[in-house]
């Protein structure tokens, strides 16, 4: 494997539960050299490291597309611990952040050094398990809670303790001391949707208060034109083309889904993978940029009085405008032609 294909890769090692069969994976990750760091993400960056820095815990907050989550990974990873990552779940309850009881644990014992006595005791307890947060902060784990807004506020009760207090209270089924000490290590991230989204719960006041939120907005142009070009290893030009194309089309007002990056990266590897180029008069990508484009612009979840056939031709505006240079081997073959048309007049 190539040094630089390495660097990339994030390890991961289990991390086993008081002896239980079923390990916690954690991940050992490492700034990605294909990170994209454009001044726009740069401060970003630099700002939530301080946050972190002082202590505080990390909250992103954006709509999708935004790069949310790959901020978190890369700033987990320039703290140089391992991560644990948890993903919000509306079906969470607050054993599976903090852990609970697992079956039985089952111990018998038999006494016959008399050999005509047989003593038998058998006993039974339940056995508890700790669950990805308790691990992270026993351990000092950076923790990575990722859409934490998706499960249930009284889901998300233990960290009002961890981040103010730095303690957890555990069950008296747990057994030991009724608080644990979060470990001087443990930091934390956390990712969320907007409010309106489907299926997000609004954040508690006490929680909010207890971390830094920054607000994420859409990425300028730069950063869009960088990313496309790592991520699909295209040329400058046609990154540029397809970022504003993409760009101008979210600003079409009544759209049913705003295209985010992960349009324009779709785009960019469809477009490397045929060899293609983005020009208006390459069927091919227009007909990729509609696949691509068209069907969330036209879901029907919102309320609008733009058509299909009226966005579409929308689309190919601003295709036209942003695309309408000719392919150099198209322009060639028009040379041609108009070479042969002149040679057969004379």
Same mark, same amino acid.
């Given at each position: ?12 090692? !289990? ?8 390990? +916690? ?26 946050? +972190? ?58 006494? !016959? ?17 700790? !669950? ?11 923790? +990575? ?62 929680? @909010?208060?207890?971390? +830094?939120?920054?607000?994420? @907005? ?62 208006? !008069? ?65």
């Amino acid at each position: 494997m190539p040094e630089d294909e390495k660097n990339n890769q994030d390890t991961a090692a !289990n991390w086993f539960r008081g002896g239980e069969e079923e390990p +916690i994976t954690i991940i050992n990750a490492k700034p990605r050299s294909d990170f994209v760091k454009t001044p726009f993400i740069s401060e970003i960056v630099d700002r939530a490291m301080s946050y +972190i820095q002082a202590g505080y815990p990390v909250h992103f907050r954006g709509p999708a597309g935004t790069g949310k989550t790959t901020l978190a990974m890369h700033l987990a990873s320039l703290i140089e611990r391992p991560i644990m990552l948890i993903f919000g779940d509306d079906e969470f309850g607050s054993s599976d952040l903090i852990g609970g009881q697992a079956g039985y644990r089952r111990t018998k014992v038999v006494d !016959n050094f008399i050999h005509s006595v047989l003593k038998t005791e058998d006993n039974m307890r339940q056995q508890w398990v700790d !669950n990805r947060l308790t691990v992270a902060c026993k351990e000092g784990l950076t923790l +990575i809670y990722d859409e934490f807004t998706r499960s249930r506020p009284e889901a998300n009760n233990a960290l009002l303790s961890i981040l103010e207090e730095k303690l957890i209270a555990m069950p008296a089924l747990r057994g030991g001391e009724g608080y644990l000490k979060v470990h001087p290590d443990f930091r934390a991230i956390f990712t969320s949707n907007p409010e309106e989204y489907a299926g997000v719960h609004k954040v508690q006041d006490a929680l @909010q208060d207890r971390m +830094i939120t920054i607000d994420l @907005q859409r990425l300028d142009e730069e950063t869009e034109v960088e990313i496309a070009k790592t991520k699909a290893n295209i040329q400058h030009e046609n990154a540029l083309r397809i970022t504003r194309v993409v760009r101008d089309f979210r600003e079409i007002g009544e759209l049913s889904v705003l295209p985010t990056i992960r349009s324009v990266i779709m785009i960019a590897r469809v477009l490397k993978l045929r060899g293609s180029s983005a020009y208006a !008069n390459n069927q091919s990508f227009v007909k990729v940029c509609m696949d691509v484009l068209l069907p969330g612009a036209t879901r029907g979840e919102k309320e609008t009085t733009l058509t299909r056939s009226k966005i579409e031709t929308l689309l190919m505006d601003l295709i036209e405008k942003h695309c309408s240079k000719e392919a150099p081997q198209e322009k060639k073959t028009k040379a041609r032609k108009v070479k042969e048309e002149e040679l057969t007049k004379v």
